[in-house]
């Protein structure tokens, strides 16, 4: 039997990704011009990218929110997922990474349907209370903000839908009580929040692969 071992965890992870997800000119560009503006290439790996695409579309969501754009990798999956008059809505705090993001949806064809919101996730949210309610949320942003995004999450989101939270392991750091990164007391404190907060019914998943050791929590809006 193959060691366990994190090169083998990485390799059986490519072989998934090249089994179920196979080649995709318009991620592979996306993930390349992210690459060549200097972003950091912290996206979702493209199992997970997937599995946030099939997620959305199980749930039939068409309206969706996404808190961290990136590069616009992840987007890309969600607004595949949305279909024609879906809608996602993705707050990005940097400037740069917007412009990079958006050549790249737009590239891909599905830019009809994603809005790009520049700013402090903390400031844009509140903007959106009183639109339309969301059927799925993804966080992936600053993860010192997590409990504020689960919390917005929450009341934007309409009673059955879904919210994803990412990096919820972190080289398994989050079991260390002695952590005072910022990124992992983030993620714990977020994984309480969804244990403890009535409005959410959640668990989470370890992954381990091209993207190391790390994992995702999923909560229903109950
Ligand atoms: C980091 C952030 C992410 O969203 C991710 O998927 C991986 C790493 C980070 O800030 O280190
Ligand atoms: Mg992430």
Known sequence: MAEPTAENWRRTDEFLADTLVGQDAALDAALSAQREAGLPDIEVAPVSGKLLNLVARMSGARRVLEIGTLGGYSTIWLARAVGEGGAVISIEAEPVNAAVARRSIDAAGVGDRVAIRIGRATDVLPTLEGSDPFDLVFIDADKESNTVYLDWAARLSRPGGVVI???????????????????????????????????????????????????????LIV
Do not use: C
């Not at 983030?186 to 929040?193: E, H, K």
């Open 165 to 219: 939270l990412d990096n919820i392991g972190r080289d398994g750091e989050i079991m260390n009580s002695d952590a005072r990164d910022p990124r992992v007391t983030g993620a714990r404190d977020g994984l309480r929040m969804l244990g403890e907060d009535p409005r959410f019914d959640a668990t989470a998943l370890q992954t381990v692969g091209v993207k190391g050791w790390d994992g995702a929590a999923i909560a």
